[in-house]
């Protein structure tokens, strides 16, 4: 259910630059694209989430940028810190499948100090 | 406590053993899902309850899995008759009505080793 793909599956950023995280989707039923981040041996905690009404969606340094024709969605984050370190996953689901999302393969975010 | 509580944290199974697993869901949340993770990728959903009721089982839950949410709080995921590729991380999530507001709130997860 290949249904989120994301890129890339790893990166390298220094401290203070800008991460940038790529996901297409292919459902057009989807109504929800939430991002989730990922520390070693804990379960995903949601991020911040966007519906395709809106274009860009900004909580502090974290940034959602949403192309709705092009079925495609970014994650920024700006002024990368070494905390930033973790796995980030994009999602996307639909109000008429119970909120069921579904995961892209993950990207391996490291943030060098 | 207001997260997703979820036990055992690791499981060591032989195969062919069953196991079970323990989710406890935060509380005013009416929606409950399973997910499997393996190495390197994303979740994948396994299925979900919407209070007692179980709406969705993912074709990748095979007839040795089974859920249950009596009830409508606490879920117990059971895997009959283990075999070494269900090793993987089990996750467990809730979510309340707004989704907006709350997403899905994720447990820590259960580690399963079949051996």
């Known amino acids: 259910q290949q249904q989120v793909k994301q890129s890339p599956q790893s990166l390298i950023v220094q401290k203070g630059g800008i991460s940038i995280i790529n996901c297409a989707y292919e459902?057009?039923?989807?109504?929800?694209f939430p991002w989730y981040q990922q520390f070693p041996g804990k379960g995903p905690a949601l991020l911040i989430a966007?519906?395709?009404?809106?274009s860009e969606k900004k909580e502090g340094r974290f940034t959602i940028s949403f192309n709705k024709s092009a079925k495609q969605f970014s994650l920024h984050i700006m002024d990368s810190q070494p905390g930033d370190s973790a796995t980030y996953f994009c999602a996307a689901s639909k109000d008429t499948g119970g909120f069921k999302t579904i995961f892209g393969a993950g990207t391996r975010l490291f943030v060098k100090a | 406590d207001t997260g997703v509580s979820q036990d055992p944290r690791h499981k060591i199974t032989k195969r062919g053993q069953n196991v079970t697993f323990r989710c406890d869901p935060i509380?005013?949340?009416?929606?409950l899902y399973w997910y499997r993770q393996t190495l390197g990728q994303g979740p994948e959903f396994l299925t979900y309850?919407?209070?007692?009721?179980?709406?969705?089982k993912s074709r990748l839950l095979s007839d040795r899995f089974s859920a249950e949410r009596p009830k409508g709080s606490f879920s117990t995921l059971e895997i009959q008759r283990t075999e070494q590729g269900d090793s993987a991380m089990y996750l467990c999530?809730?979510?309340?009505?707004?989704?907006?507001?709350?997403?899905?709130?994720f447990g820590s997860g259960t580690r399963l080793t079949v051996v």
């Open positions: 999530a809730s979510s309340g009505r707004d989704r907006e507001k709350y997403g899905y709130t």
């Open positions: 966007i519906r395709p009404d809106v």
């Open positions: 309850f919407q209070n007692e009721a179980q709406l969705e």
């Open positions: 509380s005013e949340h009416n929606r």
């Open positions: 459902n057009t039923a989807f109504d929800y």
